[in-house]
């Protein structure tokens, strides 16, 4: 009776999925122009320092401060060309223009379009793991972390911010801002957005242990990453792949809130 429940949730899953891809591709959602919109190549000495700021997040240095590489790209960026450094976070030269809060709907629409196909890919793999070859998948790091402190409302709000805001903000500008845009001097828009979703899915292969966790963490995040991939693309705006991102990242910190016990 189980599975049947799950296969009853998989195709729910799978028609949801297919329905909202289908209502997003008659509204145009996934159009953009192939056309890179810098007028001058992303300067390889931006692209350094936002590989540097990437592995000292990833692998801090008791010695040496983790922000200083992205401090040096803000830094870098604003005096190297100021209308490349505004126009990597919204570029109002090249259509689609449009308002901020127009940015925010179409970040929102990629996700509600994402979700169901997120969700199945995920629990699909969950299923695979456990069910066919009895392997456990263990919770990421972060999750956990959730977990020990939902008890205490300080810490609780504090770490929301930091998951829900400022990752979201932090990590859409050097993966999509920088390393997509760099990118794009030597790829198309879509191998650019492949490659760059790519390198963003291995940024979260030590968030998990043991080889099924990751290669589940790997998976859904990298089909995550072409989804706010085409979303700054689409819109030219880091608005809307932040908004994409906050809400993942929302829906995932609620779930643990109120759907997981608290451990003893």
């Not at 195709?11 to 953009?32: D, G, M």
């Not at 100021?82 to 929102?108: E, M, V």
Request: proline share 5%; charged share 10%.
């Amino acid at each position: 009776m189980e599975n049947v429940n799950i296969l009853y949730q998989f195709a729910l899953l799978t028609l949801l999925s297919i329905f909202s891809h289908w209502a997003a591709f008659k509204q145009q959602l996934f159009s953009f122009s192939k056309v890179s919109y810098q007028n001058i190549p992303y300067p390889i000495t931006g692209a350094i320092f936002t590989i540097l700021t990437i592995l000292f997040y990833l692998y801090p240095l008791p010695w040496f401060p983790w922000y200083l590489p992205f401090l040096l790209l803000l830094v870098y960026l604003g005096v190297k060309d100021k209308r490349l450094f505004i126009c990597i976070l919204k570029d109002r030269q090249t259509l689609p223009k449009s308002s901020i809060l127009w940015d925010i709907l179409i970040g929102a629409a990629f996700f509600i379009v994402a979700l169901p196909l997120l969700s199945l890919v995920q629990n699909g793999l969950e299923w695979i793991f456990t069910n066919i070859f009895n392997m456990e998948i263990p919770k990421q790091h972060f999750i956990d972390f959730i977990k020990q402190i939902k008890e205490d409302k300080v810490s609780l709000v504090l770490f929301f911010a930091i998951i829900c805001i400022l990752v979201p903000i932090y990590e859409e500008y050097l993966y999509r801002a920088n390393i997509q845009t760099w990118l794009k001097n030597y790829f198309s828009p879509i191998w650019a957005i492949v490659i760059t979703s790519s390198f963003f899915a291995l940024s979260h292969f030590f968030t998990i242990d043991t080889i099924q966790g990751k290669s589940v963490v790997l998976a859904s995040t990298f089909l995550a990453s072409i989804y706010l991939g085409l979303a700054y693309e689409r819109q030219r705006s880091l608005t809307s792949s932040i908004t994409f991102h906050a809400l993942v990242n929302t829906i995932t910190f609620l779930q643990v809130i109120f759907l997981t016990p608290t451990p003893s």
